[in-house]
């Protein structure tokens, strides 16, 4: 193997390559030279190169810092060798330099690019100074942190206010240039004023304390001066303004004493802003801001501020319900890109649109100008009532834009305040007819608009209402009669352009599937046809979820009833599973095998050729990969249980003990390991184990001595050392229970341990089991809802237990149901063979808080120890 | 806050393992300030850091204070003068220098002293009249004496055996450029090691005081200053003259100490602990009814109590607790009423055993200090406000018994109004104590439970919006106690109630940081609205 640097750099490369292929080739070229002296230091050289690719660079060393990690000092038991002295010394040595070579000292690069005008670079520096500051933001305060911003201020405040001043000269030199020559300066002003913002946000610094007249006056300069049309039209200058409007909003809330002098004058100036903004996309950010800026006024103490009557008629005429109306953009964003429309309008998470912003900004002023606020709002409501009567098709946007404010204004349940409009009359007038329309596609925006409010009104609005309206919806409670159509219907509306990864339509069809018995080829063909569609290239993690959902759902609702349909699903759907497989497509394994091991599970032996082939599965090194294990373990379980003498006559299971003793000495897969094992040993007669057993033991105990747990390993040591002091600290309901019942029967039914040399080892023991049946019952109930992930689902390999296919755990003592009951009558009957042996050992070797718990079970339990 | 000029505790700020299922509620918490201060020090403590000397101790008739001359006239007139000053002080050392050269060639050759008395008449007078242009002004022409290369002249002026009015005189110079701006007052940097040395037990009580006062100037500037004077010694000859029974003498020592033990660093306060005596004088200046010497001696406690845990042990089996309650109870003086606050604060923040052994409801000093606390938050004062909250919030972190005497106190209602209507930093302050009112103490990690009836009256009495306004704040800290208090809420309140109320406001405002980037807050809301608000929200009903 060769590491000389540009080797190296040709696999780290390669290691970022799209295509499986070389990507795997490099990875391993990378990881088989990882063994070989002097590879660390390769790659520092090769990340050190300033003339190499960043890209390059960055792969390397993020290379570098996992080889360190592994490598720097692995454990003993680990098969990584470990990187030499020397290389480590060298590595050393050379690192601190690097790291202080590459960051560019920032403050003088900066004034350098400045003074040769060179607002490319500036802005560059600017911008990597944003993210580096950005941390001053979004981090809870501490000591720590304080210390870096002292720091920064120190090198960056004065640097940067002279950065802004500037600029701001510059642009006032070069009023009438073209927009070109402004976008860049107007840019370094708006990452000024960012890094601003970051600076601030733990508290008002000194040196901004100081300057704060020329900070604001520069500030309320941008805010209020205007620029030739082509400059306001770019968006440049209206993002510095967003971003001076959440400086504004910060100083308002945090800095309100000093602050308070300026306010006046902002307040007026963002007004007059907001009063003329235009209405394009560019201007979306700062309206926010801006109208976020003046919610916060309106609501905090210097609201009087915002009081008077023309104020207020001019801040809802002017500013609120022209931001309501729906644009261009919207509708725009409607039709093309409508996951994003309901993410925004109907799940509600518009909280930066316009839209829902003016309607804050609503609220805020209603909070203290209630009345006035309702009058003014009704009577706007009644004027675009009349409007869209005129002409419904025309001016459907009218009847859209009061919709929305009675939306978004809902008083949530159980609140005080009062409906903007009468709820029932508003949607038996307008809501209703707009739902009954015969032509669904006409103005589909409205009706999206009338079925939210449908939903946010469901509890107001009475029964009978709804009935009514049901054939127009497809969500009745009982949805057998319609079953057929609704699944054509949704698996076309998979068909519609953009929609092929519909996760809401995936979702819904998983509920489907669920709850109805669907006994058709056809649902499993279909889903069969997405998912090798999918597989090409899986990138929606949660359309991904739902469709493997709703496999299971169907295994699991059809299948099993009907065992004709397994082989209608094996044959439909082994082609697309045994490919993800086959090309390692790694995000679906955990899913594929789950089927796997639900198909195992409801097929009757014997099995075919292509269950009995899937079984080397368990013996592929897919056992290295932690989201694979649970799957894994669910397949071997459903093996188990179905065909254990064929799996023993052959040697299999050998072949997995074998394994697995070779895995568990590896720390990484040591856990993946007991979960293996325990599951054969559960699962199996245990006649069929105990040849095996001795082989195990070896395993553990030559563990258990690794983790120096015990120096020497016998079995009363393990006793004394290990079973012992760790017995209290199992968790886990049935583990408890599992536990318990051992250890009982070890005092109670082991010969050896009834000898008097070892009371106090049965003493001790007694003790802990006392302590593990005393600690209090943590039932965790199983959540009976649907799981729902998606926001944590991400896009690397993770194992999702299904929630219609998955099995619960299982019990592995069912003929013993309570294992405290258990406890103390076996300790009874044990006393009972030797009266008056066993008090004193309790009494010398339990502790006396057990010692009461001890009676306490006794009475309970109607026992006695004699 | 930008007032905290006050650098606190090296404090261990707890952060525990988050999980999105289960929101720990985690205000029930001590909470000490933090030490390192980026806000400029505020106007009660700028006073303190540097002051400029204009009345001398000692009989000086003729010093009178001049009407201010602020005009940019007289400004110039004044710099001008201050530079011929400082070259006639220059001409006056080097013909003194001469003088005393002549001096010894007569008292050689002739016998007999020449000359001597005069010309140290002389430089001593110009020294005066230096003193005198650099105490004029609420602006002092430090820049003109400085560009007139006033500093070399003045350290020679210090050197030993110099007669004790050039001695105070130059001191007095040097206070006053020591007061001016960061580079005025570095330039002292060659005066430090004679200005300590006259601080020795030798030096004359004015002299000493004098240049306590520079080295205070000095120390009140800055971090760096400050280790190079604790480098040079100056902690233990200053500690010493902190002990005098001298009134103003223990005043200045004990000013100019307290901008010695600034932090963030801790190590001079834990050495200022150790020195003999220290603790004792701290105590008996604390007994005494003079409010400036309390008022100084007050803030040495704030950085001991804040810095040191040693110290705060010591202060507290000293019962300094109990002299400081007192002192809260009594004054009316806002100087006064804000380090005595800060520092008990310090103390309830610092050790449990403030709360646990000293201020323990039914005795007489837990209800003096309620009291105290009420009466702070009834303050026009907006610092006095907040520390009184902030020392409240720690008390209410206590006991059951504490929270119900908070509880049932004057102060509940004044809380709640703050909460309300006060500013952001204030009502931050307040609603840690509420939220602590409404969560009983938890020794282990698990979830404090509530103190149900605490929060169904502060949920009747309105204070919902003020926290679900700090939910919406643009600061993390206060997003996320608001976050805190609406678990609370959801999981406390009888009847599922809890839902319907913060439904009402209280998920807008969460849903904020579905997309946040900090982690924390943004697993904390998004498992609240999860849990609380998941796909069958509503459904039953």
């Known amino acids: ?866 | 806050m930008a007032d905290d000029d006050v650098p606190q505790p090296s404090s261990q700020y707890r952060r525990e393992a988050f999980k999105a299922s289960a929101v720990h509620n985690t205000s029930a918490q001590r909470r000490r300030q933090l030490a390192v201060a980026v806000g400029k020090e505020k106007r009660e403590a700028l006073i303190r850091a540097k002051r400029l000397c204009r009345e001398a101790f000692f009989e000086d008739n003729e010093v009178s204070l001049e009407r201010d001359m602020d005009t940019d006239e007289e400004k110039t007139i004044l710099d001008a003068q201050t530079s011929q000053t400082v070259d006639d002080l220059k001409s006056a050392l080097t013909y003194h220098f001469l003088l005393a050269f002549i001096n010894l060639i007569g008292l050689v050759y002739f016998n007999q002293n020449i000359s001597g008395k005069g010309a140290t008449q002389k430089k001593v007078e110009t020294l005066r009249e230096l003193r005198r242009l650099l105490s004029k002004s609420e602006v002092p022409p430090v820049k003109a004496a400085l560009q007139a290369g006033v500093i070399p002249l003045l350290v020679q002026c210090l050197a030993f055996g110099s007669p004790d009015e050039q001695l105070l005189e130059a001191a007095w110079c040097l206070t006053n450029i020591a007061a001016g701006d960061p580079e005025e007052t570095k330039s002292l940097m060659p005066a430090l090691p004679l200005l300590v040395a006259h601080i020795g037990e030798k030096s004359l009580v004015a002299i000493a005081e004098q240049c306590a006062w520079a080295l205070g100037n000095v120390a009140g500037e800055g971090e760096e200053l400050r280790n190079i004077l604790l480098a040079q010694g100056a902690l233990l000859p200053l500690a010493r003259l902190m002990m005098s029974d001298k009134g103003s003498t223990a005043r200045t020592a004990a000013w100019a100490l307290s901008n010695l033990l600034k932090g963030p660093h801790p190590k001079a306060a834990s050495e200022l602990i150790k020195i003999k005596g220290v603790i004792d004088a701290i105590v008996q200046h604390l007994r005494k009814e003079d409010d400036e010497l309390v008022t100084e001696v007050a803030w040495v406690v704030v950085y001991l109590s804040a810095l040191s845990e040693v110290a705060v042990g010591l202060l507290l089996k000293n019962d300094v607790a109990q002299l400081l309650v007192g002192k809260l109870a009594a004054s009316e003086s806002l100087q006064l009423l804000i380090p005595v606050l800060r520092s008990l604060g310090n103390l309830v923040a610092a050790d449990g055993y403030m709360t646990d052994k000293i201020l323990i409801v039914g005795y007489n000093i837990t209800e003096q200090l309620l009291s105290g606390l009420i009466k702070c938050l009834k303050n026009e004062h907006r610092v006095l406000k907040k520390e009184a909250a902030w020392v409240l919030s720690n008390i209410a972190a206590g006991s059951i018994k504490h929270k119900e005497l908070i509880y049932s106190s004057e102060a509940m209602p004044l809380l709640i109004h703050l909460l309300l209507n006060a500013t952001f930093d204030i009502r931050k302050e307040v609603a840690y104590t509420l939220g602590n009112l409404c969560v009983a103490p938890s020794k282990d990690l698990e979830q404090p439970s509530i103190i149900v009836h605490h929060l169904v009256s502060l949920i009747e009495h309105g204070c919902l919006p003020g926290f679900v306004h700090l939910v919406r704040s643009v600061d993390i800290q206060s997003a996320r106690l608001g976050l805190q208090f609406l678990e609370l809420v959801m999981r406390g309140m009888p009847n599922g109630e809890g839902l319907k109320l913060v439904e009402e406001d209280g998920i807008d405002a969460m849903e904020r940081f579905q997309f946040h980037e900090n982690e924390e807050i943004r697993n904390m809301a998004n498992g609240l609205i999860d849990k609380y608000f998941g796909e069958d929200y509503g459904l039953d009903e």
């Open chain 1, 1 to 866: 193997m060769d590491i000389r640097p540009e080797t190296l750099a040709t696999w780290s490369l390669r290691s970022l390559s799209p295509e499986p292929q070389p990507r795997r080739a490099a990875e391993a070229s990378l990881s088989s030279s990882a063994e070989l002296p002097g590879f660390s230091t390769a790659l520092l050289q090769l990340v050190a190169a300033p003339a190499v690719d960043d890209q390059i660079r960055l792969a390397a060393v993020v290379y570098f810092k996992n080889h360190l990690r592994f490598r720097w000092a692995p454990y003993a038991y680990d098969t990584a060798s470990a990187i030499s002295a020397p290389e480590k010394e060298l590595i050393k040595t050379h690192l601190v330099a690097f790291m202080l070579n590459v960051p560019p000292r920032l403050v003088d690069s900066l004034r350098r690019a400045a003074a040769a005008d060179d607002y490319h670079t500036v802005n560059g520096l600017l911008g990597a100074a944003t993210s580096l500051f950005s941390k001053f933001r979004i981090s809870f305060d501490n000591n720590a942190l304080r210390l870096d911003l002292k720091y920064c201020l120190d090198g960056f405040a004065a640097p940067l206010l002279e950065m802004f001043l500037n600029t701001s000269r510059l642009i006032s030199s070069n009023v009438t240039g073209p927009p070109e020559t402004l976008r860049p300066l107007f840019e370094s002003l708006r990452l000024c004023s960012e890094i601003f913002h970051s600076l601030n946000s733990i508290e008002l610094p000194e040196f901004f304390q100081d300057h704060m007249n020329e900070w604001m006056s520069e500030l309320l300069a941008f805010l209020g001066t205007s620029y030739s049309p082509a400059v306001e039209a770019e968006g440049t200058l209206d993002a510095l303004r967003a971003s001076i409007c959440e400086n504004l909003q910060l100083y308002m809330e945090k800095n309100e004493e000093d602050f308070k002098s300026c306010l006046g004058k902002f307040a007026l100036t963002v007004c007059q802003l907001l009063m003329t903004s235009g209405s394009s996309l560019s201007r979306d950010q700062l309206t926010v801001t801006a109208i976020k800026f003046r919610t916060t006024g309106s609501t905090s103490v210097h609201h009087t501020l915002f009081g008077s009557p023309n104020f207020l008629q001019g801040i809802c005429s002017s500013i609120i319900f022209p931001n309501i109306r729906l644009r261009e953009e919207d509708e725009e964003l409607f039709d093309v890109n409508y996951i994003e429309y309901i993410r925004r309008d109907v799940e509600g998470s518009d909280i930066d649109t316009r839209r829902r912003i003016a309607c804050e900004l609503l609220k805020g002023v209603a909070l203290n100008y209630r009345e006035q606020v309702t009058t003014i709002t009704s009577m706007q409501i009644h004027e675009m009532l009349k409007l869209y009567a005129t002409n419904p098709i025309k001016n459907w946007k009218e009847k859209d834009s009061e919709i929305y404010p009675v939306v978004a204004l809902a008083p949530k349940a159980g609140s005080s305040a009062g409906y903007l409009v009468d709820v029932e009359s508003f949607f038996t007038s307008i809501i209703v007819s707009e739902l009954q329309e015969q032509d669904i596609n006409a103005s589909p925006m409205l009706k999206a608009g009338a079925l939210k409010f449908f939903t946010v009104f469901r509890e107001k609005i009475p029964k009978s209402a709804v009935i009514t309206l049901l054939p127009h919806l497809a969500s009745a409670s009982d949805i057998n009669p319609f079953l057929p159509l609704v699944m054509t219907n949704l698996f076309s509306a998979l068909q519609l352009l953009e929609s092929q990864e519909n996760s809401y339509i995936m979702k819904c069809i998983m509920r489907v599937l669920g709850r109805c018995n669907v006994s058709s080829k056809v649902g499993i063909d279909r889903l069969a046809r997405v998912l090798s569609e999918v597989c090409k290239n899986p990138r929606n993690p949660t359309f991904n979820h739902y469709l493997f959902e709703s496999i299971t759902a169907l295994i699991g609702m059809s299948c099993e009833k009907d065992q004709f349909l397994i082989c209608v699903f094996e044959s439909h759907s082994f082609p697309v599973l045994q490919k993800i497989l086959v090309d390692d497509v790694a995000e679906f394994w955990p899913y594929a095998l789950q089927i796997f091991a639900q198909l195992v599970d409801v097929s009757k032996p014997p099995f075919s050729d292509t269950y009995l082939q899937l079984f080397q599965l368990l013996l592929l090194p897919s056992w290295k990969r932690s989201a694979d294990a649970p799957a894994l373990v669910q397949l071997l379980q459903a093996y188990l249980q179905k065909i254990p003498n064929e799996l023993m006559t052959e040697g299999r299971l050998l072949e997995v003990i074998l394994r697995s003793r070779r895995l568990l000495l590896v720390s990484r897969t040591e856990e993946l390991e007991f979960y293996e094992l325990s599951t054969v040993v559960e699962n199996l007669p245990c006649e069929i184990i105990v040849p095996h057993l001795t082989n195990i033991w070896s395993v553990i105990f030559s563990l258990l001595k690794v983790r120096h747990v015990v120096k020497s390993v016998n079995s009363f040591m393990i006793l004394q050392a290990f079973w012992i002091p760790n017995l209290k600290l199992i968790s886990g309901a049935i583990e408890r229970k599992l536990a318990s019942v051992a250890a009982t029967r070890l005092i109670c039914e082991s010969s050896v341990l009834s000898d008097d040399t070892f009371s106090e080892l049965w003493g001790r023991m007694l003790d802990s089991i006392i302590s593990l049946l005393a600690q209090p019952e943590q039932y965790f109930e199983q959540e009976n809802g649907e799981p729902d992930l998606p926001e944590t689902l991400g896009y690397s390999a993770t194992f999702t237990r299904f929630h219609y296919g998955g099995k619960k755990e299982a019990d592995r003592l069912k003929e013993i149901w309570d294992p405290k009951g258990f406890f103390v009558t076996s300790i009874s009957r044990l006393s009972s063979s030797s009266p008056g042996r066993y008090g004193p050992v309790i009494h010398k070797y339990v502790d006396a808080t057990n010692q009461a718990a001890l009676l306490h079970l006794c009475t309970t339990y109607n026992c006695a120890i004699v």
